[in-house]
């Protein structure tokens, strides 16, 4: 290499040195550590003039807090909630001093020796709210405090930030029992109380200086949800998760030495008492308002949002349509009823929800005689069964699976069936054998005759040709909650739970052609600050349109000519499908026409404390109040009245599915000569297309067959709702499955 050569070599290294040394000179641990203290001195320069800039503010508006307004859909006044806020503020002196250690154990242990602030909770609520992760727990009960009486309940950066400020001088100026009192007596414990006075009587009836430990102890663990966690309206979770939390309390007493470990161990769950509906709610009001609040809930608008007031919601409810309801069931119900005299009569609870099933919304709903004399919605209930009206779902899940019979045929309209009462199913692990009503036997039958005659042999054997988790899966889909919902084929009888709000949304499906329907009651929800979206009431393609119209075809039969008829008259056309529990506990009518989907229900409901399910029969004097009586006319009632007398409008059917036909000389369902009708008996050797049978209904046994002169599908005049039936599982002793039927006691 020549001297040139090793000058350029020498000049490159010495710009790659340098160059090196660049980058490394700008990380060095000297600059990385003073760019960390700049750091931290900025953020604290920053927090000393967020310091000297905020200062404690007055009372925020909850001393003057406004009305809330629910209108009905046009825009006309439905009621004003919170004119007044019920609260009134009590000395801390006033509650025992173990009741105030339950909020200081439930929710701030360290609350005596803080300084007013969390400052790991705070930076976790900031991060979580930067990243959209919406509210947080960890705050301190000063900063609670400070968040109800001086600030807002919006879960934004500047709001926690000014939160932290203000506790931090709030606890610096005030004592801890002052800013307890602070918190106890403005703090929102749902039922619409604010502060511990309010609770304590809207919970058990008593001042807040009568409360003992326990219940201290359950209203603390109740501000961490109170919508939640209010016993009467809380889920199965949410009691689990109150229950919890009320443990958690005590326990944390018994740390902290205010609670004697062997007094703890003798407490037991205080329950509360039932809620007392706020004035105003009178009539159909406080369903309507209270069936809003929850679909509130889940919008993210929670209780203590709308406590701060200021919003207007407008329903969906149509103003006529929701007189239309009421004055169908007064006219075809009450106006029969004797509530005072008739011990029957008195335990008889309506509840009806009708959905436009073109957008999902939910234009009138009955939620019972009156919202301060029951305050449980009969329309949102989901504590009964939905019995036979579970029907149409399992032919809907028939024919999207393309399920076949046990011969092979293709399930449709015409596929017949074995309709022999007390058949085994064949090709089932679980053994199941139910009864039709009145013990009849059918025969070979169609699905259509089956479905206008609630045949329960036929849809129990069905249910086990598709699958009871396919049958499960397809009513899920449709918008059945999965409550108390076996796989067993004992489903097809509706054993599960669901309330009329539920089935309106499937059988809404049906009638939209197999798009989900999801029931919605907030048309809009506004308020100075903030609009919120409205539920998306329309979904996917759940089952085919093949499907769907097909089950709306086979519908259409029983009102035409099957247990529906009460339903049926020339001004409009209907589809819809009846329905009665075990021991006539619950009676329903599902119905739509191509405008309107409806469902209308009545339960057997014991007035005594506990409200026990008990059976309807002889409502009004009548025997058995099934489906095809007082809800089916309740339902026509109602739909001509919301049809402004009647609609031209005919169902839009589309490539309904007919079903293969095999033509056996025996049942399509082989059985045991046992089990077939006997010729030679009193039961009828023809099909039940020209036999003199009665329609089946769902309690078999329990009221009169009809007078000899009626045909086979003609029920009897609209003023004896007994009948007709809907075919439901008996229960009789002689049904030899008390292991497998989950309707057996």
């Known amino acids: 290499m020549g001297r040139a050569d090793a000058r350029r070599a020498q000049r490159h290294g010495s710009r790659r040195a340098a160059k090196s040394g660049g980058i490394r000179g700008l990380f060095t641990w000297r600059k990385m550590l003073g760019t960390f ?7 604290m320069g920053a927090f000393v003039a967020l310091y000297m800039y905020v200062d404690i503010p007055k009372a925020n508006a909850l001393a003057e807090r406004q009305s809330n307004v629910y209108q009905y859909s046009d825009g006309t006044l439905l009621t004003r909630t919170g004119n007044g806020v019920n609260r009134q503020i009590v000395d801390l002196a006033e509650v025992p001093e173990a009741v105030q250690h339950t909020f200081v154990a439930a929710e701030n242990k360290t609350f005596y020796k803080d300084q007013g602030v969390d400052l790991k909770g705070t930076a976790r609520g900031l991060l979580n709210t930067l990243t959209g992760k919406g509210k947080q727990g960890g705050s301190t009960i000063t900063q609670q405090y400070v968040k109800n009486y001086y600030l807002t309940q919006d879960p934004t950066v500047s709001r926690k930030l000014k939160e932290l400020v203000i506790s931090l001088k709030v606890d610096q100026k005030r004592d801890k029992n002052y800013i307890l009192a602070g918190y106890i007596n403005t703090a929102y414990y749902g039922r619409g109380a604010s502060g511990i006075q309010a609770a304590a009587q809207a919970y058990y009836g008593v001042d807040a200086k009568d409360l003992n430990v326990s219940q201290g102890a359950y209203l603390a663990a109740l501000l961490q949800a109170p919508s939640q966690y209010d ?10 998760l109150v229950k919890e939390r009320w443990g958690y309390t005590l326990d944390n007493m018994v740390e902290m030495h205010w609670l004697d470990k062997s007094e703890r161990d003798t407490l037991k769950f205080p329950y509360p008492d039932k809620p007392k509906p706020a004035h105003g709610m009178e009539g159909q009001t406080g369903y309507l308002v209270e069936a809003a609040n929850k679909e509130l809930d889940k919008q993210g608008i929670t209780g203590d949002m709308r406590q701060a007031g200021g919003w207007t919601f407008t329903l969906n409810i149509d103003k006529k349509r929701q007189k239309a309801l009421e004055k169908a069931v007064d006219s075809q119900l009450e106006s029969k009823l004797d509530r005072k005299g008739n011990k029957v009569d008195a335990t008889v609870q309506a509840g009806a929800t009708s959905v436009d099933p073109k957008t999902g919304a939910v234009v009138a709903l009955y939620g019972g005689v009156d919202y301060v004399k029951h305050y449980i919605s009969n329309a949102t209930r989901q504590d009964y069964q939905p019995a036979s009206t579970f029907k149409p779902l399992v032919l809907a899940s028939a024919l999207e699976n393309e399920s076949k019979t046990q011969n092979g045929d293709l399930i449709g309209v015409n596929t017949r069936y074995d309709g022999t009462s007390k058949r085994p199913v064949v090709g089932s692990d679980t053994p199941y054998n139910p009864e039709n009503e009145d013990n009849r036997s059918y025969g070979d039958v169609t699905v259509q005759t089956a479905m206008n005659k609630s045949i329960n042999s036929v849809f129990a054997q069905m249910v086990v040709d598709v699958g009871p988790a396919t049958v499960k899966k397809t009513a899920l889909s449709l918008g059945l909650p999965d409550k108390n919902f076996p796989e067993r084929p004992a489903i097809t009888l509706g054993t599960m739970n669901a309330s009329t709000w539920d089935m309106a ?23 100075r600050e903030r609009t919120v979206e409205p539920v998306k009431g329309i979904g996917d393609q759940v089952i085919s349109r093949k ?13 035409d000519s099957g247990s529906g008829q009460a339903a049926s008259t020339s001004a409009y056309e209907a589809a819809g499908k009846t329905g009665t529990s075990e021991n006539n506990k619950a009676a329903l009518f599902a119905g739509y026409t191509p405008e309107l989907t409806t469902v209308v229900a009545l339960f057997g409901e014991s007035p005594k404390d506990g409200g026990g399910q008990v059976s309807l029969t002889g409502t009004a004097n009548f025997g058995r109040a099934n489906g095809g009586g007082f809800p089916a006319q309740i339902w026509a009632d109602y739909t001509l009245g919301a049809l402004n007398g009647g609609s031209g409008v005919q169902f839009d059917l589309q490539d309904v599915e007919r079903g293969e036909v095999t033509l056996p000389t025996s049942p399509s369902t082989p059985t045991s000569p046992s089990q077939s009708p006997d010729p030679s008996s009193s039961q009828p050797s023809t099909p039940p297309e020209q036999s003199p049978s009665d329609p089946p209904s769902e309690s078999a046994s329990q009221s009169p067959e009809p007078p000899p002169s009626q045909s086979p599908d003609v029920p009897p005049p609209s003023e004896t709702p007994g009948l007709p039936g809907d075919g439901a599982d008996p229960g009789r002793p002689g049904n030899n499955n008390a292991n497998n039927n989950p309707l057996s006691p």
């Open 37 to 43: 203290f700049g750091f931290c001195l900025l953020i």
């Open 505 to 527: 949304g499937a059988y809404a499906t049906l009638d939209n052609h197999g798009k989900k329907v999801t029931p919605f009651i907030v048309k809009s929800a506004k308020h």
């Open 547 to 559: 499907s769907a119209d097909t089950v709306t075809s086979v519908l259409r039969g029983v009102v």
């Open 231 to 240: 016993w009467a309206t809380a889920t199965e979770t949410g009691k689990k």
